[in-house]
């Protein structure tokens, strides 16, 4: 039936030309099939020569004649060009799209993903990130927890129901292979629209809703950055960042660091991507000169924005110049909206937001009718020395322009600046949601908003209790020394936990022995069905170096308190860790409790559902759910390298998993005895000498 059912094909699209209002194709089906075809692509390429921007245009020097002659990519050929931020190197993209095609449906459609790995040497799976998977576990697409990977030339078919509604994302779930370019945005409409607050803020056609999928980009592939980071020097400066072999140093990379004076940036950064458009400093020392996404507006109107956060490491604030944001949704789960000034989105987590325009009248004198769109790192020093950093600049942010119909010149760039939170006086502060610190320098005049603080707008949403009988608490501790939870460093299994356990090969955790000084380990926790259960996540003791936006996945929790370290009022810089955690014994924090005896107050009053959440350096978050969707849920820091790493853990909520269908692919270690080598040599002999 072709009102019941439609395939989708994503294909190729234009990557090049001035990208105007980001919207994607919604399928209305009860079942929308999607084709991914997972391959390699050369990022600034056309054919065998190297692209670049000139005034709007796309070139590159055609080396088949002598002298090389300067020649326009033809018009035809753009969508064959992945632009990024001009600098050259090889990536991993579905359907030769950056970020890749946006799957957009109505809750509870079953969508089906053909997932075809036609990378040459890269194993590969999907994770439908914020997706319940409920009845369906072995769909997840968590590599060796739910699935064994896809192979090369191999394919895998996911089928799901897509629930729960809201701004979603989907991307690669094998090693490092997220940053390299597989992720996008999974979409789901709520099935009733008059109760969807994107409906009642910019209507139901979708004209006036844009997408805004966010990738700090870098000019390595991620496994090379992986070995670089673990290697001698916490990954030495290369001769592209002034040092290494053939440089003039042989420095560490001087990490960069946030106001709190933690650790943000662990390897050299190369751009911020908005839809796959920016610009970098290329070997020449000329900026690139890419086209940007392109916002356009019209005055007197509301426009909202589904921001997806398909960072490696970073996170990124978000702000529009002369216009502030209103703040209504988190993980696809609607708040009561929030109005600031700018938005701290971390790995892992999705925000909607709307942007009500100027008149006019407005748009014209505060900015000629064009306005940067932010998106800018939090570094604010690097190196231990914290060192002074260059904000609002190429080097350390990305752009988009949001440009209001009828502008004079659409080729002439914003000239608008940043809000001077300083000039606006102590009674109207600037407002920023989602700080991974608690305050900011008081200089800076801006106060900052937590996940916390935000209200569920679904009323009947009732907090999870926690009665006496069947329920847990469990301190978790996501931090370094050694990297890991609770000091153990996940090892994952030979074959998924989900269906194949007695194949997993489990190296078990001592418990004695990793809480004392660290172990190697499958760290899985397991509940009972229906349990009632309060995970503190922590980030605490000697290794609480950085942040970590923690991901769940099958659930969405409930945020009920975000603790943060100590900090000088005045400069904002971390003092101590937070006072509200006992470190029990000598285990640094392995075995953690309230210093009170219980917790301090948390918020029962409508609390904020999420599916990942930033546990800020020296803090914690207290999140409750109640365990109903039986099976192994991988749950882990969202940052690439910290994952693989081995900063995770195995959610096991007992019950009756949904087992997986017929012929669900199977793997594992194998090995075989000397005897039946010989065995098989001596049959050999027997028929062929």
Not at 203 to 232: A, C, V
Not at 306 to 330: C, I, N, P, Q, W
Request: contains cysteine.
């Amino acid at each position: 039936n072709p009102h019941t059912h439609m395939r989708c094909l994503a294909v190729w699209g234009v990557l090049w030309g001035l990208l105007a209002a980001v919207h994607s194709e919604l399928c209305r089906s009860s079942v929308c099939e999607y084709d991914f075809q997972v391959g390699n692509a050369d990022i600034a390429a056309y054919n065998l020569f190297l692209t670049y921007a000139k005034n709007g245009t796309l070139f590159y020097l055609n080396h088949y004649v002598d002298p090389p002659v300067e020649t326009r990519v033809p018009d035809d050929q753009l969508k064959y060009v992945i632009a990024a931020d001009g600098y050259y190197r090889v990536a991993s993209v579905v359907n030769h799209q950056l970020p890749g095609p946006t799957i957009e449906v109505m809750q509870g459609t079953l969508v089906v993903v053909k997932v075809t790995n036609n990378m040459a040497n890269s194993a590969t799976t999907m994770h439908w990130h914020g997706m319940y998977q409920r009845g369906t576990p072995w769909m997840d697409g968590a590599s060796q927890i739910t699935q064994c990977a896809i192979l090369p030339q191999s394919s895998f078919t996911y089928r799901f129901v897509a629930d729960p509604p809201g701004t979603h994302a989907w991307h690669a779930h094998h090693g490092v292979e997220r940053p390299d370019g597989l992720f996008g945005a999974l979409i789901v409409h709520p099935l009733q629209p008059e109760r969807d607050k994107r409906v009642q803020l910019c209507g139901k056609d979708g004209n006036r809703t844009f997408e805004l999928t966010l990738s700090d980009w870098y000019h390595d592939q991620s496994e090379d950055m992986y070995w670089k980071r673990i290697g001698p020097g916490f990954y030495y400066n290369d001769v592209q960042h002034g040092g290494g072999p053939g440089g003039t140093t042989t420095t560490w990379y001087n990490w960069t660091r946030s106001i709190d004076h933690r650790l943000i940036g662990e390897t050299p950064f190369g751009s911020a991507l908005i839809n796959g458009r920016g610009r970098t400093l290329l070997p020449n020392g000329q900026m690139s000169q890419n086209n940007l996404t392109v916002y356009d507006v019209t005055a007197n109107s509301t426009f909202c924005f589904r921001a997806v956060a398909g960072m490696m490491e970073k996170g990124f604030r978000v702000a529009v110049d002369g216009h502030t944001l209103l703040v209504y949704a988190s993980d696809g789960h609607d708040v009561d909206p929030v109005e600031v000034d700018a938005l701290i989105i971390h790995p892992g987590e999705t925000y909607d937001f709307a942007v009500r325009t100027l008149s006019a009248a407005q748009s014209q004198q505060q900015g000629q009718g064009q306005f940067w769109l932010r998106v800018s790192t939090l570094a604010t020093g690097t190196g231990w020395t914290f060192a002074s950093y260059q904000p609002h600049t190429f080097h350390n942010e990305g752009r988009a322009i949001l440009r209001y119909t009828g502008v004079a010149d659409p080729q002439r760039e914003p000239q608008t600046q940043p809000a001077n939170c300083s000039a606006r006086g102590t009674a109207r502060p600037c407002l920023v949601l989602g700080c991974p610190f608690s305050v900011f320098p008081a200089a800076w005049n801006t106060k900052c908003i937590f996940p916390d603080q935000l209200r569920n707008s679904n009323a009947s949403d009732s907090v999870v209790e926690y009665p006496p009988a069947q329920t847990q608490e469990i301190f978790l501790n996501f931090q370094y020394a050694p990297i890991g939870v609770n000091r153990r460093t996940f090892v994952p299994p030979a074959a998924p936990l989900l269906t194949q356990l007695e194949d997993s090969d489990l190296l078990p955790c001592n418990d004695t022995l990793c809480d004392a000084q660290g172990c190697n380990c499958t760290h899985i926790v397991s509940v009972p069905f229906n349990t009632s259960l309060q995970l503190v996540f922590l980030n605490v003791g000697s290794g609480q170096y950085g942040m970590h936006p923690v991901h769940l996945h099958g659930y969405a929790f409930q945020v009920l308190r975000v603790g943060h370290a100590v900090a000088n009022v005045t400069t904002a810089q971390q003092i101590n860790q937070t006072a509200d955690i006992e470190c029990v014994g000598d285990t640094d924090c392995a075995v953690a409790r309230w210093a009170g005896g219980s917790p301090p107050p948390l918020n029962l009053d409508r609390p904020p559902r999420k599916d990942t959440v930033l546990v800020p350096p020296g803090g914690y978050v207290v999140v409750r759910l109640l365990a109903l969707n039986p099976g192994y849920w991988h749950m882990h820091c969202h940052m690439a390298h910290h994952l693989f790493y081995g900063m995770s853990a195995v959610l096991h909520v007992e019950g009756d998993a949904s087992p997986p269908p017929p012929n669900y692919p199977k793997c594992g270690s194998f090995d075989t005895s000397n005897e039946f080598i010989h065995h098989s040599l001596r049959r050999y002999n027997s028929h062929f000498l």
